[in-house]
Structure formats: C-alpha cells, structure tokens
C-alpha cells in the first residue's frame, strides 16, 4: 500500500534468537518509523530515522536496534528476542507537507 | 513530554447511533492531530488531521473532529455510526515544528451492532 512493504508479515521464533524486520519503501521519504502495536497499549515508538545512517530512539527501544544504510530501507533487529517482544510491527514513512504517516501492513512475531 | 489519553477503551453503539470520541493531549506547544482508523486485521488508515486554520476537520467516511485548544482536545465524531465502522481508533498528535515523532493514544474499540 502506498509504496511500504513490510517483511515477514508473520514470524515465529524462539527466545534468544536474533530477528530483523525489514520495512522498504519505493517513494524516498527521508522520515521512517517503528512502532509495537500491543492491547492496552496503542502503538508506541521503538525507534525512527531522519535520513541514511540517522537514527534516534523512541520509548521503547530497548532491546532493539535499526539501521539504515540506503532511504529505501529501515531495518529493525531484535538482538535477542524475548516473550515480552511478541508484538505486531508496524514501519510508517511520513510523507511531508503535513499529509501524517503511511503504515506498512505490520509484522506479526511471536517469541516462543 | 507529549502523551495523549483516549477516554474510551470500548464504545458500543447501534447502527444510526451518533460517535464521539474523546481524545485530551499533554504538549507544551503547537501541534499537529491526527485521528487513525484501524480495521480488523489490517494496519492503520489516516482518518483526518488538523495542523492550523478551522478547528472543525471533515475527514473520510463522514468523520469529523473539533480541536478546543482551551480543552486540549480532539474528539472524533460521526452523526450515524455504521457497522463498517467497527474498528480501533487511535488519537495522536506531534509538535507543529521539525518532525517530532507521532504519539499514539492507546486506542478506543468500536463496536457496531445491528
């Protein structure tokens, strides 16, 4: 949907294992999100980027690191993955000229 | 720090039922807002925003909002609620200046029934 994809869109894994989540866009937005979708909770930010190699932390980044080395591409890495970063994953660009955010379809992970 | 309190966990109404939607932010200064729309099993739509101007925002789908800045407020209303409008709703808001990050409210749950 408009120009983010979000892969895997499901993933299982065990606790311990290093995971990435990867969110790609095709329209070359400098501004790209992460987020956790939890119950009772919203969507709360885990870490954005503001251009290629510039990253900066959200309110729960714990646990989690990204990168970005071209515009097209935010990963997200869980280092080592635990039963509390069973979540659904959200990546979101902000298109500009105040038009608010476009969400990838999500990334459902469980950690087992 | 920016936060924002939706006051409804789950709201349920019948079909022709009107919709409101209370959302209060905390944000020491000018901002933008933003209503959200999640249906099940999908991610989240753009329902309507304000930045500046009229504080009543029409949005898709016969939504609207009225910003009282007096209030901090953004409640989302519709007049006549359908079932297609059974979703998750989510108020956010971010600072009018740079790009601050987008915080989420936790969300209200619309149930629609016949």
């Known amino acids: 949907d408009a120009g983010i994809t979000q892969s895997p869109r499901h993933k299982v894994t065990e606790t311990g294992t290093p995971v990435t989540l990867r969110c790609h866009q095709t329209e070359n937005h400098r501004y790209m999100y992460w987020y956790r979708q939890d119950p009772g909770h919203g969507l709360r930010l885990i870490h954005y980027?503001?251009?290629?190699?510039?990253?900066d932390k959200g309110e729960v980044s714990d646990g989690y690191s990204v990168s970005r080395s071209k515009t097209e591409d935010f990963l997200l890495t869980l280092e080592s993955a635990t039963s509390s970063q069973t979540s659904v994953y959200f990546c979101?660009?902000?298109?500009?000229?105040?038009?608010?955010?476009?969400f990838g379809s999500g990334t459902r992970l469980t950690v087992v | 720090a920016q936060s924002v309190s939706q006051h409804n966990h789950h709201v349920i109404l019948s079909e022709a039922a009107s919709l409101e939607l209370g959302c209060n932010y905390s944000y020491g200064g000018t901002v933008n807002l933003f209503w959200y729309v999640q249906y099940p099993g999908q991610h989240l739509q753009l329902l309507l925003k304000?930045?500046?101007?009229?504080?009543l925002v029409k949005g898709i789908k016969g939504f609207e909002a009225e910003f009282i800045k007096s209030k901090f407020s953004f409640n989302l209303r519709k007049p006549s609620v359908q079932w297609s409008d059974t979703a998750e709703y989510f108020c956010?808001?971010?600072?009018?200046?740079?790009?601050?990050?987008?915080?989420f409210g936790k969300g209200t749950r619309l149930s629609v029934i016949a």
């Open positions: 956010a808001v971010n600072g009018n200046s740079g790009n601050t990050p987008l915080v």
């Open positions: 304000y930045f500046s101007g009229d504080p």
């Open positions: 979101a660009i902000d298109r500009g000229n105040n038009n608010g955010y476009t």
């Open positions: 980027s503001y251009g290629v190699k510039d990253t």
